[in-house]
Nanobody, 129 residues
């Protein structure tokens, strides 16, 4: 059972930056595809970014491409989401997710919630205008 704990959320002004972290309990963390999703008030949860087990492949939602960067440190069992040039529409609860499935991160599967079997509790990000 993989346990995921997010941290780093908070309140920031538009144009600012935040870095989210997600620490995993699993010793085989390096074999999991990791991702970030977010859910804004009144909206469905949506894909933000995913990273392959090695960190060599990353994919992003169009809405965050060029502003957000996902990375991982397998030695620390941690995945990160660096968020720059934040906008009020980035306000949401951000969730970390892990998948033990095989397959390319570049495919459509990793952009879907159902691909992931493990989720964190979420961390709130609020961007003021």
């Amino acid at each position: 059972q993989v346990q995921l704990v997010e941290s780093g959320g908070g309140l920031v002004q538009a144009g600012g930056s935040l870095r989210l972290s997600c620490a995993a309990s699993e010793r085989t963390f390096s074999s999991y595809v990791m991702a970030w999703f977010r859910q804004a008030p009144g909206k469905e949860r949506e894909f933000v970014a995913a990273i392959s087990w090695s960190g060599g492949t990353t994919v992003y939602a169009e809405s965050v491409k060029g502003r957000f960067t996902i990375s991982r440190d397998n030695a620390k069992n941690t995945v990160y989401l660096q968020m720059n040039s934040l906008k009020p529409e980035d306000t949401a609860i951000y969730y970390c997710a892990a998948s033990a499935r095989s397959g390319s991160v570049s495919g459509s599967g990793p952009r879907s919630e159902v691909w992931y079997g493990y989720w964190g509790q979420g961390t709130q990000v609020t961007v003021s205008s």
